[in-house]
Structure formats: C-alpha cells, structure tokens
C-alpha cells in the first residue's frame, strides 16, 4: 500500500499526541481492517472525494493526521468484541460513514471507561436492534443508541452567510493599529437577512470615524456593537475579531425531540419493558448542544421518554493550540430525572485524548442562537487551555430590537 498523503503531515511548532511513526503504523493498521484493496479502489477512482473516508485519506492536513489516527485507535481498543465486522463494512459505504464512525468513537469512549462493558454490536435485522449493547448490572445487556445531529438547512445557510461576513470583517476591515477590538453582530431574523455588503459597509463607515464613532449600529435586519477589551494576560484580554449571532428558530431545536423519540422506541423494542438505555447525539458544533440541552430537560419534566437513562452530546474536533495538538472532544450529559432508579445503569467513559465541556455555551435566559467568529487570538475556556471557540456571548431581546 502506498504512503497515505494524511501520514505525510507534520508541523514543529507544538507537540502532537501522535507521532509521525504511530501515523504510519495506524494507516497500516486500517488497511488491514479495511482492506488495503478497497483503500486503493475508494482513493482513486473518479469522484473519490465524494467518500468522507476518501476524503481524509487524502488529505495532508492536522484535521485529517488527527482523524485517521483516532479512527485507527478507536478500532484497536474494539478488536475482537462480536458484530465489530459489520460496523467496519458500514464504514466502507459513503453514505453510512459517518454515521458508523460516531457508533465506533462512542463505543471506544465507553471500552475505554471500563474494559469489556461493550459487549457486542448487533447486526441490524428485521427486528429492531440498538447500535451498541453493553454489559448491565447482574450481566444483562443494556442498550445504547447512537444518533447524527446533522445541521439543518436553515443552520448551514445562516452559518456559511455569517462566516463570509465575519472573515471579511476580520480581513479587510479591522488592522492591528484597532487594538482589541471585538465586533458584534447579530442578525434579528434567521428568514430575512441583510446582505452582506450592507454589513460590511456599516462596519468599513464606523471603523473609518474612528474613536469619536458611535459603539452602535441599528439597521432593520441587523445591529453591531463594538467592544474594546483592555490588555491582559490572557488569550480571552487579547482577541481581536468578529462574531455573529442570530436566533435559532424553534422548529430547529425540536429536531432533537425527534432525534430522542426514534431513539427511545429502539430501546423499548430492543430492551423490553422497564428497562431503560443510554442515547448518545454526535452534533456539529458544540454551541448547537445548549438549546437541544434545554428542551430535553423540559421534555424530561414533563414526563417524555422515561426508558431513557440520559443523553450523551459529543462533538469531536482538533486541538490545534498549546499545550499540544490533538483529537479534542467536547462532552456533556442530559440525564433524565423521571427515568426509575431501578433501570439506571452505571457506565464510565474515557476519551483518546483531552476533552472539554460542550455546555460551557449555556447563558440562563439567554436566546437560543446559531453563532460563528473569526479571531486573530485563541480563547481560553472550559477545562481545556487552548480550545478555539467564539468569545462566551449571550442573545438577548434587547439585542434584536
């Protein structure tokens, strides 16, 4: 098998939680499990970017080096638990690869909290099965189910229009000699938006006038304030930047109820009555989990979805600041007051490498809100130093008027 292009990636300016000959042993590692012959066919036949597993295969980038060697060490800790094989076929189709790569990084998190608590991986039949089955209390087999939280259309519209805004504002508009200036923006309707030069062009008039310009822009679809944060010792003192929110509609939180109800009929047909199992979501973008996070404890309150134990939020992404490179998860967990205590199971997690609290985002009142940011400086949050994220900015009514 030739070299892949992702083992070929390297940078000197941090440390890296995989070194160069680990890469090469993981890619030979997934060709065995994978099929070197399949790799070759998948990579090189017309259109072979079209496959997400092609696509970081040949890619020589930190995203794709992190990828690959997580895929492989996820594998490793799994081998040899039943029904493995059929989740490694799924990765071989385009259209179930992602979907089966977030069951087989849950699956690890969990073999890793606690060797032998999977049990197996049913194969998929004409009855109802859960993606993972782990060992219970008394040795019975618990279910978990594994659901994608793929953006909406809506959500993929307003975040590609808000990132174009906020790299040209980044770009083009603010220089060095601004100091630390932060820029705000929040679009008032995720249906009506303003277009971008109409941003833009507020932003390029008010930063021309100086400091005697007003900190605020009203307009009908959108309004802008700009802040300037006094030096510090931090990464949080020193960012230069832009971000941009606006309201999430509501139908596009309640995607997770559905998400959640399929997801708790499986575990009723798989589990039996009385029994309850453990609903893992793979999301995006880490900001997206506050709003799900707050109307699954309301759905919880009022009594919905009692055989569920809880719900895992994770999104997996690169740590690409000190104090070293790496697979970085974000992770939270709903649990769910009304399910019985009798049907709770224990379970214990481990991640391949840090981690860090996906609610970090949650602001009490604040408005459910889609958000993007282009920042010259890291933003130190959660438990992990170095995570890029937007600045912690809460929505509120006064800022839509």
Known sequence: MEVPPWTLWWQDDLPCQFSTERARENAAFLGEILGADWIRRVTTHPGADH????????????????EMNCLAEDIRVLDGIPGLDSVIANLRKTEEFLSSRLVVHVAAILE???????????????APVPDILMEGQGGDEWPVEVKMMERSYVEEEILRFARAVAEEIQEAILRPADGDTLVEIVLKCPHHLPTRGEIVGAIADRMAKGASAPLRIHRERFNACFRRIPGGDTARDRAQGCYVLCPAPRKDTLRIEDRVKRAAAQIAASAGEGRSGLVCVGIEEGPSSTRMNRHLLRC??????????????????????????????LFGLTPNPRCPAASVEPFAIKFVGPWSSIFWFDFPGAIPAYRTEDLSDTVLVGLTPGLRVPPPRRLTSEDLL
Not at 51 to 66: C, D, E, I, N
Not at 112 to 126: D, I, K, L, T, W
Not at 301 to 320: C, D, E, I, R, Y
């Open 51 to 66: 496959h997400p597993f092609a696509l970081r295969w040949l890619t020589r980038g930190a995203g794709a080096f992190m």
């Open 112 to 126: 890793r909290g606690r060797r032998g608590s999977v049990r197996r991986f049913p194969e998929a039949g004409s």
């Open 300 to 329: 919880f309150k009022a009594g919905k979805f009692a055989n569920v134990q809880g719900v895992m939020f994770l999104h997996t992404g690169t740590q690409s600041a000190p104090p070293q490179r790496s697979v970085l998860d």
